[in-house]
């Protein structure tokens, strides 16, 4: 409506409304129902685990691993066995979670899901 002179100003503000309006009731349903948070929220999902790729996982979510290994450069890892794991973000965004030193240790991973693979 401010670059194009074919649009009312009317017409502007109620659409600007309605989109207001639209996200102020989803984050009210998302807050007092469970059931709809889940279905407008997404979950972290773990893509990479201990230099295995979780083919399952990045098929679901469509990622390749190109785009793995792209965030695994972004973050100044050399390969895949110098991080403990690569995670898809609930922004979409790639996480690359640095090995502690213990297999033992999962630290941020705990609770995420390793959809389409086994267990890790």
């Known amino acids: 409506m401010l670059l194009s002179k074919s649009v009312a100003l009317l017409e502007g503000l109620v659409a600007f409304a309605l989109l207001a309006g639209l996200q102020f009731g989803v984050a009210w349903l998302s807050v007092r129902s469970p059931r709809f948070d889940g279905l407008v929220k997404s979950e972290p999902t773990l893509l990479l685990h201990r230099e295995r790729f979780l083919d399952g996982a990045m098929r679901i ?16 890892a050399a390969d895949a066995g110098s991080v403990a794991a690569v995670v898809l973000e609930t922004d979409g965004s ?17 609770g995420l899901a390793a959809t389409g693979d086994e267990a890790w």
């Open 61 to 76: 979510q469509r990622v390749t691993r190109a785009e793995v290994l792209a965030a695994l450069r972004g973050s100044g």
């Open 94 to 110: 790639l996480s690359v979670v640095r090995d502690a030193g213990g297999a033992g240790n999962v630290g941020t991973l705990e």
